[in-house]
């Protein structure tokens, strides 16, 4: 999807992506999700206003990560399979917190028909291999989930195992139907926007595609932020509401969807449609690299306060990111990568090269609110390479607090069915690849 909706969070820092920038395509469905609460949380109701963004984020509590199998990262690889794998600890001597495998188990089941029926782009299974543990994953108690996937699965490591966590979350904003001086609008995708797959016209170039429009006899880049900023998609782009806050705008299209509260209460539902083509420039680095933040000031809260308290150079700053987000108003919850609604506290984004869409992996990390198994059910551009991941956690204040701050590293482990190990490699003696049983959708 997104989502996605992501770095997210804390990656606004070193990269300040996040799920609308990170989608890949196809994005059919929606944009990146919400749905369920996070895990060992209770829902929370919709808070009747925005929540400030530079509010700081939530404190981490430490933890010590478990050391990695040795392992080695294959620099260039382009999927787990060809960058190899190595066998993980048992998963008995794993620490499952039973609330959260519990929450692991429930996302598992709804990602299970795509498992079996989807391409692994990592070339680690084939979908038939994941049919034993999907048919015990249906009749498991959730209370027994731990036992599930200590019986179920058997852990792996993709490389060296270095893990880097970033967060992201569904984020709400203040707007309105009619414009107001100062408001920024929120724009859906413009008539004029052309997408233009490169491989029709040149086979080296497949997959690689460009956006532009098309100016007399010529297709010339679409415009960029500052342009777009400055009316040029008047009569172009159907306008879906105003953000009262045009710096919360910004980070919303970085997290590549989220909830506009209008005035007199009415939520307006927003996705990730596309973008304008342009290449994205993160804008956490540049500020960074500039010294314009204190130390303790580089999670995403940090950087909002700074562009509020600095406006003018913060509207500049902002539009060194040529790259823009439209968007499309969506009638039910914005959906993960999978098509299936996603779960804080569970979710993950990875690298679908790297991880099989929809697997659970358990992290051991840093920071203990981002230890334990999540299921990748979510994908994003800036989410690239092994053991690279984007933790979901939902939406409401705690839920952008955590996500705010996330920056964990430590280590992770691929959970494969079992026997998972013995059949790559023995394919990969063979000279196959897994795959799935259909195409991917």
């Known amino acids: 999807m997104r ?27 929606a944009s990146r999700p919400v749905a369920a609460p996070p895990a060992s949380r209770p829902a929370r109701a919709p808070a009747p206003t925005s929540y400030p963004l530079d509010r700081p984020a939530r404190q981490p509590v430490a933890s010590t990560p478990l050391a990695p199998m040795p392992g080695i990262a294959v620099p260039g690889a382009v999927s787990a399979s060809a960058n190899g794998i190595v066998r993980g600890p048992a998963i008995s001597t794993l620490p499952l917190e039973r609330d959260q ?13 795509s498992l079996v029926r989807r391409t692994d782009s990592s070339g680690l299974t084939l979908g038939a291999d ?36 970033t967060g992201y979350y569904i984020p709400e904003i203040a707007g309105s139907r009619e414009p107001r001086p100062g408001y920024a609008p929120i724009y859906a995708r413009p008539t004029d926007l052309i997408d233009v797959d490169l491989g029709s016209f040149v086979d080296t170039l497949v997959g690689k595609k460009i956006r532009g429009r098309v100016e007399g ?51 307006l539902r927003i996705g990730y449609e596309t973008q304008n083509g342009r290449e994205y420039t993160g804008i956490g680095a540049l500020m ?20 509020h308290a600095h406006p003018e150079e913060g509207r500049a700053i902002m539009r060194e990111n040529k790259s823009y ?33 929809g697997a659970p992996i358990f992290l051991s990390m840093d920071r203990t609110d981002a230890n334990g198994v999540w299921i990748a059910q979510d994908t994003g551009g800036a989410i690239k390479g092994a053991n690279r991941v984007d933790t979901f956690w939902g939406a409401g204040e705690a839920a952008r607090a955590t996500a705010g701050g996330m920056s964990a590293r ?14 790559w490699v023995a394919r990969r003696a063979a000279g196959g690849v897994g795959g799935g049983s259909t195409p991917r959708r």
């Not at 782009?237 to 007199?264: H, I, K």
């Not at 108003?329 to 959906?335: A, I, M, N, R, T």
């Open 410 to 423: 430590g280590t992770a482990f691929l959970l494969l069915p079992v026997g998972g190990y013995d059949r």
């Open 325 to 357: 987000v439209f968007f499309r108003e969506l009638d039910g919850p914005p959906l993960g990568a999978l098509g299936l609604p996603v779960t804080g506290g569970v979710t993950v984004a990875a690298d679908p090269r790297f991880v099989p869409l």
């Open 288 to 307: 960074k690299s500039r010294g314009l933040l204190e130390p303790g000031q580089s999670s995403m809260q940090g950087i909002v306060a700074w562009l």
């Open 217 to 267: 006899s010529r297709l010339v880049p679409y415009y960029d932020r500052t342009a777009i900023e400055q009316g040029a998609l008047e009569g172009r782009a159907r306008v879906l509401g105003y953000a009262v806050d045009p710096v919360e705008l910004f980070f919303l299209q970085v997290q590549g969807s989220g909830l506009v509260r209008m005035r007199g209460g009415e939520v």
């Open 3 to 29: 989502g996605a909706l992501a770095v997210a969070s804390a990656m606004v820092v070193a990269a300040c992506v996040g799920p609308g920038e990170r989608p890949t395509p196809p994005r059919s469905t």
């Open 101 to 113: 495998a519990s929450a692991a188990l429930a996302a598992f089941r709804l990602s299970c028909p």
């Open 130 to 165: 994941w049919q034993a543990a999907c048919t015990a994953a249906s009749t498991a108690a959730d209370r027994d989930a731990a036992s599930f996937f200590q019986r179920w699965f058997e852990a792996v490591q993709v490389g060296d195992g270095r893990a880097f966590a």
